[in-house]
């Protein structure tokens, strides 16, 4: 169960850190929206994962 809680977050974590990224360089080239999505809503939501993802492998250790 810890292994499967460590895998599970390390893609949570990653696909935070890919959110932000995308929404960081959609706001750098003055796109202020993203699928309907504000680009500060979506880089909130990609700092949300990152921390989920965090907990989850600090709760499998």
Partial sequence: MKNILSIVGSIIGWLGVLICFV??????????HLFDYETMTLFTVGIAMIATGCL??????
């Fill in 56 to 61: 989850a492998k600090f709760e499998s250790k």
């Fill in 23 to 32: 929404s960081g360089i959609m706001k750098l080239v003055g796109s202020y």
